[in-house]
């Protein structure tokens, strides 16, 4: 199934979810053939996703995750079934992490638009300015400045312009012939720039470290211990969930690293938890 295809998928389950608070109702009150529809949407849109998830990974991890677990609990008597759990697990991650990516890239997009939006109307104001006579331009900051003093004095304005229209008249044709060469230039190396807007930085909700660090207090309450090797088992499992995700990244140590070094990781829980317990 391509992007667009699993991107529909989630706009309109979305859509019915937006419906159904629309009208303030409870999913039990929703018809029958409506809780259906829901389920419906809902169980292909997760089967779409964990389709990536290919049998050799799956029975790496697993595989994996019994050899670790049995290290550190020989007497454990069902490994294959907590392996399962923890394979149902990351497919549960995977169907979340690509929400959340669909739910980043429209808010991508949304900041384009309004970043776009800005830039057109930053060259209408300088096209139109250039375009204006220098009376018209200088009566205008002249009205302009009186508002400022009038209302922030501190921002005076100059004597020598002060009440004199030939004065803001050569003010405007200064600011058109001087500067305005050097706000074209630059608005042509923001409109280029657009193309190439980063997203905001917000780490703590990226589908990258949600994800890690599930995978950290996953393994960490299991009794695992959690290594942050792109090798390891958590870095298998993190590559897993990327995969379903559809997000193409390396690096996972750096994600994985930064999950056990939050404040809330099970790691620091557990060493605060050791700090406080009696010796």
């Given at each position: 199934?391509?992007?667009?295809?699993?991107?529909?998928?989630?706009?309109?389950?979305?859509?019915?979810?937006?419906?159904?608070?629309?009208?303030?109702?409870?999913?039990?009150?929703?018809?029958?053939?409506?809780q259906?529809?829901?389920?419906?949407?809902?169980?292909?849109?997760?089967?779409?996703?964990?389709?990536?998830?290919?049998?050799?990974?799956?029975?790496?991890?697993?595989?994996?995750y019994?050899?670790?677990?049995?290290k550190?609990?020989?007497?454990?008597?069902?490994?294959?079934?907590?392996?399962?759990l923890?394979?149902?697990?990351?497919?549960?991650?995977?169907?979340?992490?690509?929400?959340?990516?669909?739910?980043?890239?429209?808010?991508?997009?949304?900041?384009?638009?309004?970043?776009?939006?800005?830039?057109?109307?930053?060259?209408?104001?300088?096209?139109?300015?250039?375009?204006?006579?220098?009376?018209?331009?200088?009566?205008?900051?002249?009205?302009?400045?009186?508002?400022?003093?009038?209302e922030?004095?501190?921002e005076?304005i100059?004597?020598?312009?002060?009440?004199?229209?030939?004065?803001?008249?050569?003010?405007?044709?200064?600011?058109?012939?001087?500067?305005?060469?050097?706000?074209?230039?630059?608005?042509?190396?923001?409109?280029a720039?657009l193309?190439?807007?980063?997203?905001?930085?917000?780490?703590?909700?990226?589908?990258?470290?949600?994800?890690?660090?599930?995978?950290?207090?996953?393994?960490?309450?299991?009794?695992?211990p959690?290594?942050t090797?792109?090798?390891?088992?958590?870095?298998?499992?993190?590559?897993?969930?990327?995969?379903?995700?559809?997000?193409?990244?390396?690096?996972?140590?750096?994600?994985?690293?930064?999950?056990?070094?939050?404040?809330?990781s099970?790691?620091?829980?557990?060493?605060?938890?050791?700090?406080?317990?009696?010796?």
């Amino acid at each position: 199934m391509s992007d667009n295809d699993l991107e529909k998928l989630l706009f309109n389950l979305e859509l019915m979810g937006d419906q159904l608070r629309n009208k303030k109702a409870s999913f039990d009150a929703l018809s029958d053939s409506e809780q259906d529809e829901i389920c419906r949407r809902s169980h292909e849109f997760r089967r779409a996703v964990i389709s990536q998830f290919q049998d050799f990974d799956k029975n790496e991890i697993k595989n994996a995750y019994c050899q670790a677990l049995l290290k550190e609990n020989p007497s454990r008597t069902s490994p294959q079934d907590e392996a399962e759990l923890f394979i149902s697990s990351l497919e549960d991650w995977g169907v979340y992490a690509t929400e959340i990516r669909f739910r980043e890239r429209e808010a991508q997009e949304r900041r384009k638009e309004k970043s776009d939006s800005f830039l057109k109307s930053v060259a209408r104001l300088l096209e139109t300015m250039n375009a204006m006579d220098d009376a018209s331009l200088g009566f205008l900051l002249s009205a302009g400045f009186e508002q400022l003093e009038s209302e922030r004095p501190d921002e005076s304005i100059p004597i020598a312009i002060k009440g004199n229209r030939v004065a803001f008249m050569a003010f405007a044709n200064e600011l058109k012939s001087q500067h305005l060469n050097i706000l074209v230039t630059m608005h042509s190396g923001m409109a280029a720039a657009l193309k190439n807007l980063p997203r905001i930085d917000k780490d703590s909700d990226s589908p990258e470290f949600v994800t890690a660090a599930a995978i950290e207090d996953y393994l960490g309450r299991s009794g695992i211990p959690f290594s942050t090797t792109d090798t390891g088992l958590a870095g298998k499992a993190f590559y897993a969930v990327m995969t379903m995700a559809g997000i193409e990244r390396d690096k996972a140590w750096y994600w994985l690293d930064k999950a056990r070094k939050h404040e809330n990781s099970w790691f620091n829980f557990a060493a605060k938890m050791k700090a406080a317990s009696p010796t």
